[in-house]
Nanobody, 122 residues
Framework: QVQLVESGGGLVQAGGSLRLSCVAAGRTISTYAMGWFRQAPGKEREFVAAINWNGGTTYYADSVKGRFTISRDNAKNTVYLQMNSLKPEDTAVYYC???????????????WGQGTQVTVSS
């Protein structure tokens, strides 16, 4: 079992930056692919970014490409999402998730965190 805890969310003005962290407990995540998803009020959860087990391959949603960067530090059992040039439409609860393979589909992921709120004001 893998427990995931996100942090780093908050309120930021448009154009600002935030870095989300996802710390894993219970088991090393060094063999897991990791993903970030988000869910805005009244909308379905959507894919944001994913990274393979060693950080060598990353994937991004078109809406965040060039603004967000996913990375990982397996020694710290942590995954990050650096978010730059934030827009009001990035407002959502952000979740990290772990899976045995990289995927853009939320249904594929085995373990989920509780989420962290990101609010971008205009």
């Amino acid at each position: 079992q893998v427990q995931l805890v996100e942090s780093g969310g908050g309120l930021v003005q448009a154009g600002g930056s935030l870095r989300l962290s996802c710390v894993a407990a219970g088991r090393t995540i060094s063999t897991y692919a990791m993903g970030w998803f988000r869910q805005a009020p009244g909308k379905e959860r959507e894919f944001v970014a994913a990274i393979n087990w060693n950080g060598g391959t990353t994937y991004y949603a078109d809406s965040v490409k060039g603004r967000f960067t996913i990375s990982r530090d397996n020694a710290k059992n942590t995954v990050y999402l650096q978010m730059n040039s934030l827009k009001p439409e990035d407002t959502a609860v952000y979740y990290c998730a772990a899976n045995t393979y990289t995927s853009r589909r939320d249904n594929d992921y085995l373990y989920w965190g509780q989420g962290t709120q990101v609010t971008v004001s205009s």
